[in-house]
């Protein structure tokens, strides 16, 4: 289980830019219950091509992370908090984002069971990406798609499509980022939160914002020139828009232009 934080804009720009230190700051202190590493890929100002940091611990207190929102302006960024599934071991090549040819995902939910999901993936692909999770895998399957000539969004679309068929009330929330576009998926609709496995010591035993009834809940926010900016729920979401459940949405980093479909 994890948080997601991502934005695109025709121009460069920080997260804090857009919605200003002090949700940053809320968002980055989920860090205290997603504790499991932390990463960012986003699109190099300068090259136009995606680069990436990741670390398997956590970001609450981590400067890197707070300048990564508050000072690092991209025309596109991608942010992640990890709480990694029971059993997956908390190492760099399992944290979030992962990248490969010039496409970044980020993963917030978990598809059971993952031996079933192992099985449809070669040990070239997942090889391909590093990572032995379920997000990984998933990922894979979504890269297979555009090696075949798919579209990014199509790929993204028809992969989940498959998995909510195969797989029992799946969570696939998920962020993915190109020097072009971002696509955001809400596919959570009756995913079972595993709050007993929680770990809410260093939160004074409380859960976040929104963390009790609306986990999985994403909501988006957009500015008069086309900028973006969607996160997973914990922040106070006073003048954003819910994104609908069972949908997936297509940003285009030139002008926010969006694409959205129903899955």
Not at 221 to 248: C, K, M, P, Y
């Amino acid at each position: 289980m994890c948080r997601l934080l991502g934005f695109i804009s025709p121009t460069p720009v920080s997260a804090a830019g857009l919605i200003g230190r002090a949700q940053c700051r809320q968002w980055q202190d989920l860090g205290r219950l997603h504790d499991d590493g932390w990463g960012t890929a986003w699109i190099d100002p300068a090259t136009e091509a995606l680069d990436r940091f990741r670390t398997p611990h956590e970001g609450t207190n981590d400067p890197r992370l707070t300048a990564a929102l508050d000072d690092a302006a991209a025309r596109g960024r991608i942010v992640h908090l990890r709480m990694a599934t029971t059993g997956m071991a908390d190492l760099v090549e399992n944290t979030h984002p992962f990248l490969a040819d010039g496409v970044a995902l980020a993963h917030n939910g978990s598809i059971h069971p993952v031996e079933q999901l192992r099985a449809q993936v070669t040990e070239a692909e997942i090889a391909r990406i590093g990572g032995t999770t379920d997000s990984a895998l998933l990922f894979a399957l979504i890269l297979r798609r555009v090696d075949a000539g798919a579209p990014l969004l199509e790929a993204v679309v028809e992969t989940v499509r498959e998995i909510r068929a195969e797989f029992d009330h799946p969570g696939i929330n998920l962020l993915v980022l190109t020097r072009t576009e971002l696509i955001v998926v809400h596919a959570t609709l009756g995913t079972e939160v595993p709050y007993a496995s929680f770990d809410t010591s260093e939160t004074g035993g409380r859960l976040p914002l929104d963390h009790r009834d609306h986990y999985y809940r994403m909501s988006w926010r957009r500015f008069a020139d086309g900028a973006t900016i969607v996160t997973s729920s914990g922040l106070s979401h006073a003048g954003w828009s819910r994104i609908e459940q069972n949908t997936a949405m297509r940003l285009t980093v030139a002008d926010g232009a969006e694409t959205i479909v129903r899955l």
